[in-house]
């Protein structure tokens, strides 16, 4: 397949580590691939022949929740197509090559632990059954690991940079950011290193900010909101971030926020005005067998047109019975809405709801999907009314770009990640913070009409003119690291010379923001 824009051809996807796991595609039963060590560091180590003089950016994933991938999917994916925020072509094409790493296919390969589940596994596993508690105390026990494996996480990133020789290095994970800093620190010092927070602020599961020992000169943050700015420059990094407007979001929202004339906004006096979800079949993709499949094709814009739509969406990973008791209990709650359920990469979730729409006249108005590529979504979460779910950080920030007001609960489930998504909510009113989802008030549609959107025109008034992000402003951030990685492409290439291993860069960068 070739780049856009270009004739190049593009890497086989079996060669990313990301992108092979993402092809398998059904979480924790499918994940044991049958590779032996032996093939996964050669799979590890095999350079591109068309980018063998350092051209390469690699981006670090992690798998535990999507909300890490989809920001790096995000990011490729605006490089690749040279766009900016009013959707117009302003960038020439990408020309390098970007690789997708999952970090726990890199840590397996370090570790020899080859066709057992990993943390990210097990982590999922915890989200689709609603242990959120286990799931931050996986985080923790993550974070002592690292520390543990230290010399054998540094050995193994060591390799990969000797072998990948990488023009930058773009992480989006907590936990590991000063490992891969270290190791390229002695592999390639001149490489640009670049961590690009998911989160709304830094916490003790979600450790983001590294201490300052020396060794951070071309190690650069992206800052999202303004504490994470505060807290980057507490620790030193005042001149080695890029602030922007708000977390990435994919470019498809953009696009879909505009082509729909931004989102329907609940109305106490005159009901919702409603679109239908209208999505391509083939941008589906359930479980496996053939009634699961007819009835995904069966549950098209017809029945949902008529009827405002709740959105429930809880990331990649939804919790099965969580899930499904808060769509059984708007349904009943608001016998005039249709609920879309977004069931990810959760197979049991959907094929429960499939069943349940069979057999009780209720779940008639319930509309399943399952996981949705970028485009698909962006269309969903723009065609809702109002969004019901995990307040994660790429979700809500999602919705506030299709300008979607998003309910979410604060309860003792909480994760430490997402209590600063729950304050931004509520000082913003992009959202409603309620009690329980599943008991919800009976103010509810009024609470939503009162939240405010981010239309296309707002939009359109950012493109062409990327700023740091002020209070209230649409956010483009997406747009802002975009261009903010291009230009340390640009100064980085000359400074890669013919020997990764020597050399140092001090890299003269638009730090803080594009005027």
């Known amino acids: ?281 083939d941008d589906h993709q359930p479980s496996t067998g053939r009634s699961a499949a007819v009835g995904v094709r069966h549950f098209q814009v017809g029945e949902s047109a008529s009827r405002p739509i709740a959105l429930v969406y809880f990331g990649g990973e939804p919790p099965t019975k969580r899930a499904e008791d808060i769509a059984v209990h708007f349904l009943n709650s608001f016998p005039a809405w249709t609920v879309a359920v977004l069931c990810g990469r959760n197979e049991e979730l959907f094929s429960r709801l499939i069943l349940r729409r069979d057999a009780e006249p209720l779940m008639d108005r319930c509309v399943p999907y399952g996981f949705l590529r970028p485009e698909a979504l962006a269309a969903a979460l723009a065609a809702a009314s109002l969004i019901l779910g995990k307040p994660g950080p790429g979700a809500v920030s999602e919705a506030a770009v299709c300008g979607v007001p998003f309910v979410c609960e604060s309860c003792g489930t909480t994760m430490p990640q997402e209590e600063p998504v729950l304050r931004w909510l509520e000082r913003t009113g992009k959202g409603v913070v309620v009690g329980s989802l599943v008991d919800l008030p009976r103010d509810l549609l009024r609470r939503v009409g009162d939240c405010g959107r981010v239309t296309p025109v707002a939009l359109d008034a950012c493109a062409g003119r990327l700023a740091p992000g002020t209070q209230g402003a649409p956010n483009v951030a997406v747009f802002e690291v975009a261009e903010f990685v291009r230009v340390c492409a640009a100064k980085a290439a000359p400074a890669m010379g013919d020997d990764v291993r020597t050399g140092r860069s001090e890299l003269e960068l638009p730090i803080g923001g594009f005027a």
């Open 1 to 281: 397949e070739p780049v856009p824009g270009s004739t190049r051809p593009r890497r086989d996807a079996a060669l990313s580590g990301m992108e092979y796991f993402c092809s398998m595609g059904r979480g924790y039963r499918n994940h044991t691939a049958h590779f032996d060590l032996s093939v996964r560091r050669q799979v590890l180590d095999m350079p591109d022949p068309l980018f063998a003089s350092g051209g390469i950016a690699l981006f670090f994933v992690g798998r535990g929740g999507g909300g890490h991938v989809a920001s790096a999917v995000a990011l490729r994916d605006c490089l690749l197509e040279g766009c900016d925020a009013s959707g117009g072509k302003k960038h020439e094409p990408w020309a390098h090559e970007i690789e997708i790493l999952d970090i726990a296919e890199v840590m397996a390969v370090a570790t020899g632990n080859i066709g057992e589940p990993d943390g990210n596994n097990v982590y999922n596993y915890c989200l689709r059954n609603g242990w959120y508690n286990a799931a931050t105390s996986l985080s923790a026990i993550g974070c002592a690991l690292t520390g543990l494996l230290r010399t054998t996480i540094h050995g193994q990133f060591c390799r990969v940079f000797r072998q990948k020789r990488p023009l930058m290095v773009i992480s989006f994970v907590p936990f590991l950011n000063k490992a891969i800093r270290d190791a390229l620190m002695e592999v390639s010092p001149s490489c640009t290193f670049i961590t690009v927070v998911t989160d709304f602020e830094s916490s003790p599961t979600h450790p983001w900010v590294e201490a300052i020992d020396g060794g951070e000169a071309n190690h650069l943050y992206v800052a999202g909101t303004p504490e994470l700015v505060a807290e980057l420059e507490a620790a030193g990094y005042g001149d080695r971030m890029l602030r922007t407007s708000g977390m990435v979001v994919h470019p498809n929202f953009y696009r879909a926020a505009r082509e729909r004339g931004g989102a329907c906004i609940a109305q106490p006096c005159d009901g919702i005005v409603t679109k239908g979800i209208d999505i391509d079949p």
